[in-house]
């Protein structure tokens, strides 16, 4: 069967900013979102099971997206590859369970500052995972360099917060689940990388959204989670507006992942995953326009935090080692 025909080249640097840029915006978009959509569906933000349940029931609505969209361009219901199905319960299990539950309790047992500054660690944790243990590419002295300005940047952002002052008082279920959900993040790259040398990178997405929903949605109704729905008198604000948010949310991991997947599949993990300190910058703006939070989006600390993480994005992709420039080369073109 011939491959179809590539117009796009995945591996250029512009193409990777467009695509990464426009996933970082989408993830970034999410902070408001999930806030507005826990006061439209009655949820606590205490309320941890609760909020997994609400998790599960968005991912289990983006995978379906995704492979509805997929299924449509293919003209047939697109089914997982032979021998797919441990691949797809792996990978779901790290990047949307695993993952999801230990940033949701973690979140529930530690500061904010202390959360954002974690998950600002993911991104170095991407990549000493491709390095050192998955092995993809070298850990370069350009990519330490980036990781580090990357998370200073989070860092400044966060240390004017509230709760700045507790920064050194820890604990394991709070900061620890927050980590772990970082390796988590991490394992989930490094096994889309791996897993997409033989399998359809947007299938494995949406089979590992579904099959990871169905986890969280099970695990939340089990742990007694519940979503109530707004107590709104507003007929329209009661029934249509919380499905449309739900559908949004679902969209956003549904696109986002799926691009990010596919960029991974192209590049270096290095070169893709130092956009994810770009995530809070579009967060913080984001909630600063419709949440009205613009106290931290004009602050100094912010706008020197935004400079730190495009220096660390810069160094990082400024310029390509040898081996990078090889390893573009033997992915079958980069086109999409």
Sequence with gaps: MKEKKQSVNLTDMK????????????????????????????????????????????????GFLVILFHSMTEKRWVMPPKGAGWKIVKLSLAQTVLQYYFFYVGLAHATGVHGAIITGSGVFISILFASLVFRYEKLTGRKIAGCILGFVGIVVMNLAGAGSENLFEVSITGEGFVLLAQVFYAISGALVKQYAKDCDVVTLSGYQFMAGGCILILIGAVCGGSIAGSSSDHVLAAAVMPGILLLYLALISAVAY??????????????????????????????????????????????????????????VNGAPSKNEAEYKMNCKGGRL
Excluded at 28 to 40: D, E, F, M, N, V
Aim: hydrophobic share 60%; proline share 3%; glycine share 10%.
């Design 258 to 315: 799926t691009l990010w997947g596919i960029l991974l599949k192209y590049n270096p993990v290095s070169r893709v995953a130092i956009f994810g300190f770009m995530n809070p910058m579009f967060g913080v703006l984001l909630s600063a326009i419709f949440l009205g939070e613009s106290g931290q989006a004009l602050s100094w600390n912010a706008l020197a935090a935004l400079v730190l993480v495009c220096l660390g994005i810069y160094v």
């Design 15 to 62: 193409v990777v900013l467009l695509l990464a840029g426009l996933c970082c915006f989408l993830w970034g978009s999410a902070t408001p979102a999930i806030k507005t959509g826990y006061r439209l569906f009655g949820i606590d933000s205490a309320d941890t099971y609760s909020i997994i349940l609400f998790a599960g029931v968005r991912f289990l609505l983006a």
